[in-house]
């Protein structure tokens, strides 16, 4: 329940008559609005129907204590000022029930008018806190949308990078985008979390950055590539990985700087294997094939998707992590 930042309405709970009225009857005389209870379970249910902003609070009372009922308005009502009133031997649980939240007391016996000043200043604070809250609430969303707003423009120049990249060679148009839903499929039938599907499908949107830096001629030669060749086309994963360093997480990072691992040690100048391998890494390099194999290269037509499932299977446990071949071919419709 969220109490008005402008309800003045004070409750006042003592088990003496006397002294309730007397403090609502100065009070309503400063135009405030008085409400009163005189035990504990009276002043919670008073609260909540009337949300006061302010409640003074006698300590002793029979049946629970104000400052149990102090705790109870901190935690549930934490918009609700409290003003303690307590005799003045019992300055220890004054300490208490500042320590517990109460922001000011006034000790037995009292003066009406220290009341009404007493009221006045911490109906003033409460107001100053209501309103410093507003302002960090109102901040909080700001920066919020500040931060949509700037993912929205990263997201973006992702794309036209991708665009850019792509544009250049008929036969890798839509190979990123094919690849990062292919790697998002997966991981979604290995229940991964939002957190690391979004790292996966970023890291297969970017995984090929680095071939803006392959020789186009390499990279489009109709045979088989030499060994030197070869590794000028793979430099292509340490160029990506500084291209998009400085916009990436360090585990999108790590995911495109592995892709082209082999599950068993085997690839290209590796020096890990198995679950060494960052798991986004495993799953793309499925995608990644699998996408390659259904498609037209320079060097050969595509295979059927078929042939480039059963290629995937074949290669499970060597090029490939067994586990992330078992949910590539749970994804429907390969
Ligand atoms: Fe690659």
Redesign the pocket.
């Known amino acids: 329940m969220v109490t008005s930042i402008e309800s003045s309405t004070i409750l006042v709970v003592d088990d003496e008559k006397s002294i309730r009225r007397a403090i609502t009857k100065r009070l309503a005389r400063e135009g405030h609005q008085c409400i009163e209870a005189g035990n504990a379970e009276e002043a919670i249910e008073q609260i909540r129907a009337n949300q006061p902003g302010l409640v003074i609070l006698d300590v002793m009372m029979p049946g629970r204590s104000g400052n149990q009922l102090l705790a109870d308005i901190v935690t549930s009502f934490p918009e609700t000022a409290v003003i303690m009133v307590t005799a003045v031997v019992d300055i220890n649980i004054v300490i208490e029930c500042m320590k517990g939240g109460a922001h000011d007391y006034i000790t037995k016996p009292f003066d009406l008018e220290q009341v009404v000043q007493t009221v006045d200043k911490v109906l003033d604070k409460r107001k100053l806190e209501l309103k410093i809250k507003e302002f960090q609430e109102s901040l909080k969303n700001e920066v919020e949308a500040q931060r949509k707003e700037i993912r929205k423009l990263f997201l973006n120049s992702i794309e036209a990078l991708i665009y850019a990249l792509e544009a250049k060679d008929k036969y890798t148009a839509g190979h990123s985008r094919r690849v990062a839903d292919i790697a998002v499929a997966i991981s979604e039938q290995m229940s991964l979390s939002a957190e690391d599907l979004d790292n996966i499908r970023w890291a297969a949107l970017l995984?090929?950055t680095g071939k803006i830096a392959v020789d186009p001629a390499v990279i489009n030669k109709p045979g088989r590539l030499t060994p030197e060749e070869y590794r000028h086309v793979m430099t292509?994963?340490a160029v990506g990985a500084g291209i998009v360093k400085p916009i990436v997480s360090q585990q999108v990072l790590e995911i495109i700087l592995f892709?082209?691992a082999f599950y068993n040690g085997t690839g290209f100048e590796q020096t890990i294997k198995e679950e060494e391998i960052p798991l986004g890494s495993r799953v793309i390099t499925i995608a990644?094939s699998y996408d390659a194999m259904i498609s037209d290269r320079p060097y050969r037509t595509a295979l059927t998707s078929g042939q480039g499932v059963a290629e995937i299977r074949r290669c499970s446990g060597t090029q490939f992590d067994p586990n992330v071949v078992t949910a590539f071919l749970r994804v429907p419709l390969l």
């Open positions: 995984h090929d292509h994963v892709h082209h990644d």
